[in-house]
């Protein structure tokens, strides 16, 4: 062997060894920086020398092209979820159930992590294929990406076939670092750890999803052979202790536990413990630790009958208040703002909160200066839920709303009716201008990439534009001069908003930013009239027999377009060029007639994305919940929508199902 192909595998080996002691044994002995120094080293010298190329070297753990599409696999077993339980009581439930059938189990207690499950499949000791949980029975094959994952082995050090499942997760660290850098790109930050690890999984550049960093506690050994000579082992800790010993990162903080007691105390542990963690856990996961017995109490139908999941409650936490900010939104509305001492909640740290209007403040009695505990509503959204009188000093000071909008100063009116708002009505405040052209311009309206509040800031603050359709007029060297901007940028923006012209008849109408009117309405009236023309001249007698439409948001459509400054900026956007008439295509007529309603957090679907697939296979989204609606489909922490189809016998459905319903163009839901 030359000299330079001992080096080049001896430059293999070390790192392979440091990335193990990094991501799986968690005890680094280099610093991140020389192990890149190293990793670049490697990179040049396989590049100079392709002679010695080897796809185990850690450098072809991104050598993937980007994929089209995500082939389907088919789990050789079932990947259940399971049964939650939401109090010490119900897990007692299912402890004594247990009990009926076997007396004094032992149970394996780990946490619970937040993040999303996948299977890994090895054939003679070399991973060959990994996938996403899907439907439970068939998942998307996601190999590529979880090469770029480092804490799974890409060889075991025996010829061993078999799967192992885990759970896929974004450290919190670099969940963090992630959104600063979005923030500074000016991008929508991700909400958590959770969905920046599923959305990460599911890129299908693989040279995206290595940014990501993401990472895998192995929880479970599936099927196949965990010893050479064919034994099977007994117990749950016995396999992840062999798993370990295997190479796999094997999830951490567990226990056997024998009572009740024991159980309880180690929930307290890890709950105690889940700040502290360079991870976000959701709860604690309590399996039978004997596999025998495990397999005596079987499987429900899509939960096995021996583990239960213990979920934390919202993690809640105390902070100061230090200050109620006034912001002006799109229409006028003055809404209240908590600026807060920042505190870290449920996997972000947080610094604002919405305090929603005068009308809540008062309710809770909140002053600034107060303590307050805040918690994130469906672990996405920031709230206060209470101030804490008990541990008020002096120098607090009471709220009050300004008598003048801070944006423009013209006095602002406060409106009992109108959802206890207090309103800004100049209809040339720049608060409201510059809101609205940041509406106008977003990700679900007309989509321009790039513009966000920064910019439009800037482009008013320059003189650059007035409204929206002026937007349409700008040149490259006029907003390449822009502060920190550049010709490159300048021009990506110009693209952008030449592109948004063929938006679409539904969005431009969201884009508009007429009072009440969302984008399920956008597309209604888009549906009904076909023209921002004849919209225009729709009257409220008309409006009200569009579907969901009343008669105050068929007002609200009818004010809007007697203003002539709105006329005239219509007028305006269609001599740009703007597409004003509808373009759309006959849709698929699977879900002709019927109607959705989506509730919660899906589990690997965004909203927009799960209304799309919807609209896709031609049925509707509605907001909100009645006889008429079809079908429910909810997610995790799913509010008032779920019990009122509930009470109205409505079917309720999750992902899976949807997404099986489109698949099998079936529309009879099946798990
Ligand atoms: P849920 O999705 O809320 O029904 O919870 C079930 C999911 O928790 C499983 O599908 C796994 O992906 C995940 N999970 C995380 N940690 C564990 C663990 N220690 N044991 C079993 N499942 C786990
Ligand atoms: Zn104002």
Known sequence: MSELEEKIRKLR???LYHAKRYYVDDAPEISDYDYDMMYAELKRLEAEHPEFFDPESPTQRVGGKPLDKFEKVTHTVQMNSLADVFSFEE???????????????????????DGLSVSLRYENGIFVQGATRGDGFVGE???????????????????LNLTVRGEVYMPRQVFEKLNLAREAAGQTLLANPRNAAAGSLRQLDPKIAAERKLDIFVFNFQDGTLYADGSAPQTHKETLDRLAELGFHVLENRIVAESADEIVSHIKRLGELRDSLAYDIDGVVIKIDDLATRRLLGEGTNTPKWAVAYKFPPEQKQTKLEDITVAVGRT??????????????????????????????????IRIGDIVTVQKAGDIIPEVVRSHAELRGAGTTLFSMPERCPSCGEPVFYDADEGAATRCTNSRCPAQLSRGIEHFASKDAMNIDGLGPQLVEALLQNGLIADAA?????????????????????????TAIENSKS??????????????????????????????????NATVEDLCTVEDFGEVTA???VDFFSHPQNRELCERLTEAGVVTVSTAKPTDDLFRGLTFVLTGTLPTLTRDEASERIKAAGGRVSGSVS???????????????????????????????????????SVTPTA
């Open 13 to 15: 080996k070390q790192l």
């Open 91 to 113: 897990l007692q439930d299912f402890l004594d159930r247990v009990s009926q059938t076997v007396s004094r189990p032992a149970y394996s207690v780990e946490p619970k992590i």
């Open 141 to 159: 094959d996601v190999t590529q990406n979880l090469r770029t994952v480092f804490s799974i082995p890409m060889s075991l050090p025996e010829p």
């Open 332 to 365: 006028g509305v003055l809404t209240p703002t908590a600026v807060l001492t920042p505190v870290r909640l449920a996997g972000t740290t947080v610094s604002r909160a919405t305090l929603h209007n005068l009308e809540f403040i008062r309710e809770k009695d």
């Open 470 to 494: 002026d937007l349409y007029s700008l040149q490259v060297d006029e907003v390449a001069q822009i502060d920190r901007m550049g010709t490159k940028s300048a021009t990506n923006l110009i």
């Open 503 to 536: 938006a679409g008849l539904e969005r431009l109408i969201y884009a508009l930013g007429i009072r009440n009117v969302g984008e399920v309405a956008g597309a209604a009236l888009a549906a009904r009239y076909g023209s921002l023309a004849a919209l225009q």
């Open 555 to 557: 007002q609200c459509v």
């Open 627 to 665: 006889a008429k609606t079809s079908f429910v489909v909810a997610g995790e922490a799913a509010g008032s929508k779920l019990t009122k189809a509930q009470q109205l016998g409505v079917t309720v459905i999750d992902e899976e199902m949807l997404l099986n319903m489109i698949e099998q163009r």
